[in-house]
């Protein structure tokens, strides 16, 4: 079924016009203005307004290049006939930002969705990438539901060292231990240092960033295949002048986000991120996506798909490639083509009026990095949600890129109330670990972390890494980088900051993990359990004042997203009066 698109507007029906095209004071007032910015009538009266929200700035790696992109993107708005405006906004880097940019994902959210709401803009193209960029992107532009387009940032060039191709995360994590097994020194550290990210652009490997950019494109928010071009090929550049040139024309059809960010999209994102094998991460942000489309997202929804789809990316860090050999085997129409029997491919995109349309014609170029169906690189999607006693409402693990001999296994909990507190004790002889312990980390959920930051890949004792081990069973309330690896269980809910059962678990306990049964289970009687919560207390409010305090008020818990209660409440809001 091809979607039906709306008639064109006029200029008087364009959302601008009411700031623009009146008789009254305000809009005299309103293009006074716009003549003080060196605008002349003809560039933009009875023409769509575009924003351009821009995640840039001199501190994000991997948005560095944005601010050139964002000419791009109006130079196609100008050619397309409308009129853009660029604004700066919030910039999340997950390299800097402490103590995790997680923490302002949603404040990004409310400053898009204001942003678009409180100015004379028909339509918007949505600049981002680095992790929660992308979803505070699409959340704000979700609630606003305008007509919008999103340009991924683009994965950074391969890194390379001593002949060897390097994954940024994935092989930092690996030579860390490396160093701290002393197989390797300073020297290589440092030509390491200058290896592993070449470029502008977010992480190369399947990370947070290209899952989530892949779900963008999965969604049907992209140009097909945009969410895999390098940052710095330009055919990045020719991708965002042609999203410019699109977002016109989606602001004259009239096409709004809720006609394309419906139930069908999200679940073949959620298929497309588990056929993927992509970071657990993407879990919390889908589902809270969603929610602001009026779309009810659940552990449950990822487990079932989790079933229908197996793994086909054969990519970092779960596999062996990179996101430059993924765009040249392909890309996501490719990868997509391989799935097209579980996803719903009537629904309309922001390119054509169907995904069936979208993915007719690609082709796979490279069978090693996007496998068939017949040659998987593993038979169910790359993300196992956990239910038990420790974590009754949910907890994840990316199970493809564990040790499989630890995927059930039973050990003695070495529990750690905090991440310093691990930092600093995690070598003392005294704690006895080997390497059947299980580590346990509290603390370090949505309002413990604070925000949930990414501690979840424990780091090991070093006498276990000079012993060769290279994983263990590792527990927490914490998100861990796409890019990470191991046997580690996440986004345990609820958290141990509130009093869910992870604040009870004691040094000694056992904790039995069994992924093929979905099962996280805690090794102590339902009495035993019960009186440790009747006797656990509350931790004293990390904030007194500020945004921290909002957070720590407003946040949800992993399993319903991590949205601030306020922004994920169903409603409408009206547009403002421009007089």
Known sequence: MTAERPEEPSPEQL??????????????SHRARTRQLGYLPEEHL????????????????????LRERAQAVKRGVWQAGGFPLEFPVSTLSETFQKPTPMLYRNMLAMETEELLRSYPVDGAVLMGGCDKSTPALLMGAASADLPAVFVPAGPMLP????????????DMWKYWD???????????????????????????SMGTASTLTAAAEALGVTLPGASSIPAVDSGHERMAAASGRRIVELVRQDLKLSRILTREAYEDAVATVLALGGSTN???????????????????????IARTVPVLADLRPGGRYLMEDFHFAGGLPAFLGQLTDVLHLDRPTVAHPTLREQLAGARVHNPDVIRPRDNPLA??????????????????????????????????????PDYRTLQRTINDPGLGITADHVLVLQGAGPKGGPGMPEYGMLPLPDHLLRQGVRDMVRISDARMSGTSYGTCVLHIAPESYVGGPLALVETGDLITLDV????????????????????????????????????????????????????????????????
């Open 282 to 304: 993407a879990v919390i942000h889908l589902i809270a996506m969603a929610g602001r489309s009026g779309v009810r997202l659940t552990l449950d929804d990822f487990d079932r």
């Open 178 to 204: 490396d160093k701290r097994a002393g197989l390797i020194g300073d020297a290589e550290l440092a030509g390491l240092e200058n290896g592993l990210a070449r470029s502008p652009g977010t992480c190369m």
């Open 159 to 170: 890194g390379h060292w001593r002949g060897e191709v390097l994954g940024s995360g994935t």
């Open 379 to 416: 038979q169910e999607g790359g993300v196992a949600v956990l239910r038990g006693n420790l974590c009754p409402d949910g907890a994840v693990i990316k199970h493809i890129a564990a040790e499989p001999r630890l995927l059930r296994h039973t050990g003695p909990a070495v529990v750690f």
């Open 46 to 65: 009875g023409k769509p307004v575009v924003a351009v929200l821009n995640t840039w700035s001199d501190i994000n790696p991997c948005h560095v290049h």
């Open 15 to 28: 959302r601008s016009h009411q700031w623009y095209g009146t008789d009254g004071l305000r809009s005299f």
């Open 516 to 579: 093929a049964a979905r099962t996280l289970r805690l090794e102590i009687t339902d009495e035993e359990l019960a009186g440790r919560r009747a006797a656990w207390t509350p931790p004293p409010e990390r904030y007194e004042r500020g945004y921290g305090a909002l957070h720590s008020e407003q946040i949800t818990q992993a399993d319903t997203g991590c949205d601030f209660a306020f922004l994920a409440k169903p409603g409408k809001n009206p547009d403002p009066y421009a007089g």
